[in-house]
Each structure stands twice: as C-alpha cells, then as structure tokens.
C-alpha cells in the first residue's frame, strides 16, 4: 500500500452506502455509478478517513479465505477505477 499518500473521496457527489452495495449519485448530470458490497464497505472506510492500509486489514479479516496479496491488488484497482472517475484524490502526507 501507497503509505505516502491520504486518499479523500469527492464529497460533492452523493454516496449511498449500505451492506449489500451502493452508489455514487453525480448531481451535475445525474448519472449513478453501481457500487458492489465490497465497493461500499471501501468508500464507507475511505469516508472515514481511513488510510489504505487500514483499509486493507479490514478486508483480510472479512475475507479471510482470499489470499492478502489478492485483496491488495483488488484494492489497488478499486482506487484507481475511483482516481479514473475522479471520485478520489490521493494527497501526499507531511
């Protein structure tokens, strides 16, 4: 995990986040954007300010039968689909 950057989610969309999924809601054009179980219980840790690594702890113990290296890269390409939408900005930490 990227440990020299904090990870901010857009706050000027909308994000509807429960267990079984979500979505992003972009009021500018009213588009939405899916989000799966896994994707939702991510932007909700990210929301909270967690960093990545954090981030990934959470996912080894909820998913404890995948492999780490597998979750990390997971994550790793969830953050860049979300970098990709501009839904998330990495800023480097002081």
Same mark, same amino acid.
């Given at each position: 995990?990227? +440990?020299? *950057? +904090?990870?901010?989610?857009?706050?000027?969309? &909308?994000? #509807?986040?429960?267990?079984?999924?979500?979505? #992003?809601?972009?009021?500018?054009?009213?588009?939405?954007? %899916?989000? *799966?179980?896994?994707?939702?219980?991510?932007? &909700?840790? $990210?929301?909270?300010?967690?960093?990545?690594?954090?981030?990934?702890?959470?996912?080894? *113990? %909820?998913?404890?039968? #995948?492999?780490?290296?597998?979750?990390?890269?997971?994550?790793?390409?969830? $953050?860049? +689909?979300?970098?990709?939408?501009?839904?998330? +900005?990495? &800023?480097?930490?002081?």
């Amino acid at each position: 995990m990227d +440990a020299q *950057s +904090a990870l901010k989610l857009r706050e000027d969309v &909308r994000w #509807v986040l429960r267990d079984n999924g979500g979505f #992003v809601y972009f009021p500018e054009d009213g588009k939405i954007e %899916v989000l *799966s179980s896994t994707a939702a219980r991510i932007a &909700r840790s $990210l929301l909270m300010g967690l960093p990545a690594e954090t981030v990934l702890e959470q996912l080894v *113990s %909820v998913y404890a039968e #995948v492999p780490r290296h597998q979750l990390e890269a997971d994550l790793q390409d969830f $953050l860049h +689909a979300l970098e990709m939408k501009g839904l998330l +900005a990495r &800023r480097p930490t002081t």
